[in-house]
Antibody, heavy 121, light 108 residues
Framework: QVQLVESGGGVVQPGKSLRLSCATS????????MHWVRQAPGKGLESVAA????????YYGDFVQGRFTISRASSRNTLYLQMNSLTTEDTAVYFC??????????????WGQGTLVTVSS | EIVLTQSPDTMFLSPGERATVSCRAS???????IAWYRQKRGQAPSLLIY???LRAPGTPARFVGSGSGTDFTLSITRLEPEDFAIYYC?????????FGPGTEVGVK
């Protein structure tokens, strides 16, 4: 069955970096767009970044402002999110999600359970 | 960035009743690239509807999506106990793909 398992969350100081990983299984990783979506405590959903099936097309939420990088490793069936210059406003649960379509335009049909990132001094 | 607004913020209904959630976009989504998700407390969201009216695999028939342009609606014809949750619309026509603020369906 389709599985997405996030890891790498934790407590980090403002200005520091963190790399999130999303290990996938149960589907052909190279055939799907992948997304990161976050949810601050008690708040709604916010698109962070997405990468097309072949890694050639990416987009980022406006708030990212060059601080985050999404990438994927087909050999490991794993999605990554490198986050730099973190601020307290980045505190959230970060979900990894699979795109419904091959093309980057599309909703997310399968989600991981999320990993909590807390930015605090 | 396209802004989505949802109404109402919260509604309180009984099992078996009909729920209607509205989603309005700040500009027209000509290809009806709207999706709806349900998020139960403490869980990840799950996709219900995409393309404004297409049910995702496994979505029960009581979930009905409609609308076009800037105005979209999710209807739940008869609420089941598992439907008391938060519902989000999302547009994926223009990057970044934005979400609405959510509508909570609570138990009366």
């Amino acid at each position: 069955q389709v599985q997405l398992v996030e890891s790498g969350g934790g407590v980090v100081q403002p200005g520091k970096s963190l790399r999130l990983s999303c290990a996938t299984s149960g589907f052909i990783f190279d055939s799907y767009t992948m997304h990161w979506v976050r949810q601050a405590p008690g708040k709604g959903l916010e698109s962070v970044a997405a990468v097309s099936f072949d890694g050639k097309n990416k987009y980022y939420g406006d708030f990212v402002q060059g601080r985050f990088t999404i990438s994927r490793a087909s050999s490991r069936n794993t999605l990554y999110l490198q986050m730099n210059s973190l601020t307290t406003e980045d505190t959230a649960v970060y979900f990894c999600a699979r795109g419904l379509f091959t093309m980057i335009q599309g909703p997310s049909d399968r989600w991981g359970q999320g990993t909590l990132v807390t930015v605090s001094s | 960035e396209i802004v989505l607004t949802q109404s109402p913020d919260t509604m309180f209904l009984s099992p078996g009743e009909r729920a209607t959630v509205s989603c309005r976009a700040s500009q027209s989504l000509s290809s009806n690239y709207i999706a709806w998700y349900r998020q139960k407390r403490g869980q990840a969201p799950s996709l219900l509807i995409y393309g404004a009216s297409l049910r995702a695999p496994g979505t029960p028939a009581r979930f009905v999506g409609s609308g076009s342009g800037t105005d979209f609606t999710l209807s739940i014809t008869r609420l089941e106990p598992e439907d008391f949750a938060i519902y989000y619309c999302q547009q994926y026509g223009f990057s970044p793909f934005t979400f609405g603020p959510g509508t909570e369906v609570g138990v009366k």
